[in-house]
T-cell receptor, first 116, second 113 residues
């Protein structure tokens, strides 16, 4: 069964450093998403991406964040200058277009980001 | 704005007993509703969804959920729980005009042998 993969599983970084979180969505999916979950809190939407551009973003997704699909398989989330409050589990998700616009999103296992 | 409430942080049941995990939602338009399950060190796994039609939807691993528009609820149910059902369960909602999911806080289900 195809699945979304994410690397690394755990990233530790110093405050102010740049990090790139990587995701490989399911191959025939065309919508991509990033969510995050701060420890003990809800899973929160960050950004959605379709047709090589951001389709929607939350208030959390400020200028420190960016997303990119550098090739036909990877989908990345970059945090330019990490803050302590960016420590969270980051989930990538993807969904197909065929079958309507109400398809479920398939989630990866997450990357735990720890900012020291 | 859309939101989800899962009023119970934890649900404990004995194996073989019925399991119910509660969820209520709020959206401005018609809702698309989803249940996901998370096992330790794993991602969110899709269980089932309600889009339209029959209010009772069936999903993976014997789970089902009932959509109740008047009560704005979408409770997850399983007639006979298994120890392996012990996990963290998330309810999520999407407005028809939107793509982002809004999640509840999650309910930890523990099924004792």
């Amino acid at each position: 069964e195809p699945e979304v993969t994410q690397t690394p599983s755990h990233q530790v970084t110093q405050m102010g450093q740049e990090v790139i979180l990587r995701c490989v969505p399911i191959s025939n999916h065309l919508y991509f998403y990033w969510y995050r979950q701060i420890l003990g809190q809800k899973v929160e939407f960050l950004v959605s991406f379709y047709n090589n551009e951001i389709s929607e973003k939350s208030e959390i997704f400020d200028d420190q964040f960016s997303v990119e699909r550098p090739d036909g398989s990877n989908f990345t989330l970059k945090i330019r200058s990490t803050k302590l409050e960016d420590s969270a589990m980051y989930f990538c998700a993807s969904s197909p277009v065929s079958g309507g616009d109400y398809n479920e999103q398939f989630f990866g296992p997450g990357t735990r980001l720890t900012v020291l | 704005a859309q939101s989800v409430a899962q009023p119970e942080d934890q649900v404990n049941v004995a194996e073989g007993n019925p399991l119910t995990v509660k969820c209520t939602y709020s959206v401005s338009g018609n809702p698309y509703l989803f249940w996901y399950v998370q096992y330790p060190n794993r991602g969110l796994q899709f269980l089932l969804k309600y889009i339209t039609g029959d209010n009772l939807v069936k999903g993976s691993y014997g789970f089902e959920a009932e959509f109740n528009k008047s009560q704005t609820s979408f409770h997850l149910k399983k007639p006979s729980a298994l120890v392996s059902d012990s996990a963290l369960y998330f309810c999520a909602v999407r407005d028809v005009n939107d793509y982002k999911l809004s999640f509840g806080a999650g309910t930890t289900v523990t099924v004792r042998a």
